[in-house]
């Protein structure tokens, strides 16, 4: 079956570091896939998404390219903040009768420290 | 953008209780919604498909009993959580879909003492 698997955390880096977090997927067909973030407390928020291979996602200075080849889909910011602090959980969907059902990975919790 | 809403958003309830919390798309209907639990620190884990004016299709291991699911309208689907015990206490969110694209509600808070 479909599943995703991301690195595991907890990440801790300084502010206006490089950040890396790993995403690889299964799949049957061509899902669609996505990075949500999760603050304390809070619900799901979708970061960014790519529907199809080589498609790039953007948000907020953060990138993922979906990469059919090496079905991987890396999170990647160039410079992070205090207020990225959150988890990030990659995921794909897929499409069954009815609608789209999204299998998530583990999640990745990320710290910065100012 | 599309909006999920959950209600309500913390719930402290007495064991043997049950607990109903809704979701609600706020600006678009939805044929499907999805209901999901996650423990702390701990990524989502789906509970179950609700269709709109059909039965609830439940994942391996959900007891459908227990979580009663209800799908009256196109812009509302209800979980029950029936005779609530401390294990199930957990943060539960739901879903739905707008075209292609999946938004989620802001999560429900479940304690049971």
């Known amino acids: 079956g479909n599943s995703v698997t991301q690195m595991e955390g907890p990440v801790t880096l300084s502010e206006e570091a490089f950040l890396t977090i790993n995403c690889t997927y299964t799949?049957?067909?061509?899902?669609?896939l996505f990075w949500y973030v999760q603050y304390p407390g809070e619900g799901l928020q979708l970061l960014l998404k790519?529907?199809?291979?080589?498609d790039k996602g953007s948000n907020k200075g953060f990138e993922a390219t979906y990469r059919k080849e090496t079905t991987s889909f890396h999170l990647e910011k160039g410079s992070v903040q205090v207020s990225d602090s959150a988890v990030y959980f990659c995921?794909?969907?897929?499409?069954?009768?009815?609608?789209?059902?999204?299998?998530f990975g583990a999640g990745t919790r990320l710290f910065v420290k100012a | 953008g599309a909006v999920v809403s959950q209600h309500p958003s913390r719930v402290i309830c007495k064991s043997g209780t049950s607990v109903k919390i809704e979701c609600r798309s706020l600006?678009?209907?939805?044929?499907?919604m999805f209901w999901y639990r996650q423990f702390p620190k701990q990524s989502l884990m789906l509970m179950a498909t609700?269709?709109?004016?059909?039965?609830?299709?439940?994942e391996q291991g959900v007891e459908k009993d227990k979580f009663l699911i209800n799908h009256a309208s196109l812009t509302l689907s209800t979980l029950t959580v029936t005779s609530a015990h401390p294990e199930d206490s957990s943060f539960y969110i739901c879903?739905?879909?707008?075209?292609?694209?999946?938004?989620f509600g802001p999560g429900t808070r479940l304690l049971v003492l």
């Open positions: 879903s739905a879909n707008s075209g292609e694209t999946q938004y």
């Open positions: 790519a529907t199809k291979a080589d």
């Open positions: 799949a049957t067909g061509y899902p669609s």
């Open positions: 995921a794909l969907s897929d499409r069954n009768t009815g609608g789209f059902k999204t299998i």
């Open positions: 609700s269709n709109e004016g059909s039965k609830a299709t439940y």
């Open positions: 600006d678009f209907q939805a044929t499907t």
